[in-house]
């Protein structure tokens, strides 16, 4: 009876402690299988231990360069998204227009609809005005879909955004730039941080919208899809791994760096 009870108390923090454990445990898998040495083309099975894809993460011809290019698409898909998104969101809680209704509910329209229908669009878009498939087309479809998650995150953060504090400024004989600048955006900027890095991360995760408008394009989505057909490198395991690392180093940086700053506060 007495464990009962306790599982009653703590069902919900062990059911989220399994959840995680679920969601976590691909990445698990990637991080083992990065340190097999496997026999054959495919690194499905566990053979032995090796840290040789490690010494060279980029011993597979083109794996580096589709990293590369992944990379450089997601930074500048990321800006692009995040000043227009920041702006439009901004738009829609300050101000009032006309449609400003009909602007809100195609704002939504990217999240909903699946990315093979908004794919084939932005293909279509793209053959019918002659654009050449390649780095740009898949920089503006990226930077399309995008910036619906901006939009949503950004619009939160300044819907919850006390007026009053800019109105003070405004009393204190602050212009609109310097009111904007040094109260507005630091309130934003959370809002902002979140939209940009959910931006990054799709962006550089794509692979549906990407194969569609690449042409002779090879991201790292899609020179991972490739490789599976053939047989999947050791060294994809490690970038995986080695991506997953500095998520984690990067979320554990930003909770240590908010708790010394309330503790200063406090």
Known sequence: MAFVNWLRRHFV???????????LLPNIVVTVFSFNDPKGRFNYQWQQFSTE????????????DS????????????LGATALGTMIAFALVRYRFRA??????????????PEVVMAASLLTLFLNMGVQLGFWTILIAHIMFCLSFVVTAVK??????????????????????????RVT???A???IAAGALLAFALSFDDFIITNFNAGSTVTFPMFVWGSAQRGTPVQINVIGTAMFVIAVLLVLASMV?????????A
């Open 189 to 191: 900027a959370p809002g």
């Open 13 to 23: 923090v062990i059911a989220g402690l399994i959840t995680l454990g679920y969601l």
């Open 100 to 113: 400003r209704g009909a602007v809100n509910s195609l704002i939504f329209m990217p999240m909903a609809m």
């Open 67 to 78: 990293l590369t290019l992944s990379l450089q698409i997601a930074f500048w898909s990321t």
């Open 53 to 64: 894809a490690w010494t060279d993460p980029c011993g597979v011809a083109g794996m580096c």
């Open 185 to 187: 955006l630091p309130i």
């Open 257 to 265: 760096i908010s708790n010394r700053r309330n503790k200063q506060k």
């Open 156 to 181: 939160a953060r300044v819907m919850s955004m006390d007026p009053k504090l800019e109105q003070a400024a405004q009393d204190l004989y602050a212009g609109p730039f310097q009111t904007f600048v």
